[in-house]
T-cell receptor
Framework: GAGVSQTPSNKVTEKGKYVELRCDPI?????LYWYRQSLGQGPEFLIY????????DSGLPNDRFFAVRPEGSVSTLKIQRTERGDSAVYLC??????????????FGPGTRLTVL | DAKTTQPPSMDCAEGRAANLPCNHSTISGNEYVYWYRQIHSQGPQYIIH???NNETNEMASLIITEDRKSSTLILPHATLRDTAVYYCIVRPWSGYSTLTFGKGTMLLVSP
């Protein structure tokens, strides 16, 4: 079956612009996660959705970052007033449920964001 | 901060076993050991997890020491496609928790 998909695969923007990154999770997965990965580092947690609600947004670095999942499926990560430091690969993952540690997370290929 | 320590890099000859160590000396009794890997330009991929018993699946084996303070991921017959960064992660077995990645081990499999 289809895995997690993310669009666009690459996004180049200018400092100060607004960007939206989209994640399509595996059908039926209620849990969705966003991570950010800088060069040479492991992925860093941003936010976790259980259904439509953000159950944990403790990883969002500041209020320029926001994410939604209005129907409990597709999610959009929104970044306002982008800065060069926001340049990274943004990864999305989904799992059947976020409430059991044994539910593995399936990752998408990521969106590479470059802020000039 | 990640609760695990891994060597930054390892080499392995194609066809040989790759043994990737991980130290998790502060692991709690309710925490599993997870392994993920990330091939270049792809998202991380789940490999295996375990609590205290050794585990094996089609991808790898996981050996956890009796005191649970360290573990080893074994790829029995490494191929060139196993070249990747391997992440060892500890995570509670109940309730909600996310994955906390460290820098992992870059495994290079050579012909």
């Amino acid at each position: 079956g289809a895995g997690v998909s993310q669009t666009p695969s690459n996004k180049v923007t200018e400092k100060g612009k607004y960007v939206e990154l989209r994640c399509d999770p595996i059908s039926g997965h209620t849990a969705l996660y966003w991570y950010r990965q800088s060069l040479g580092q492991g992925p860093e947690f941003l936010i976790y959705f259980q259904g439509t609600g953000a159950a944990d947004d403790s990883g969002l670095p500041n209020d320029r970052f926001f994410a939604v999942r209005p129907e409990g499926s597709v999610s959009t990560l929104k970044i306002q007033r982008t800065e060069r430091g926001d340049s990274a690969v943004y990864l999305c993952a989904s799992s059947l449920s976020g409430l059991a540690a044994t539910n593995e997370q399936f990752f998408g290929p990521g969106t590479r964001l470059t802020v000039l | 901060d990640a609760k695990t320590t891994q060597p930054p890099s390892m080499d392995c000859a194609e066809g040989r076993a790759a043994n990737l160590p991980c130290n998790h000396s502060t692991i709690s009794g309710n925490e599993y050991v997870y392994w993920y890997r990330q091939i270049h330009s792809q998202g991380p991929q789940y490999i295996i997890h375990g609590l205290k018993n050794n585990e094996t699946n089609e991808m790898a084996s996981l050996i956890i020491t009796e005191d649970r303070k360290s573990s080893t991921l074994i790829l029995p017959h490494a191929t060139l496609r196993d070249t990747a960064v391997y992440y060892c992660i500890v995570r509670p077995w109940s309730g909600y928790s996310t994955l906390t990645f460290g820098k992992g081990t870059m495994l290079l499999v050579s012909p």
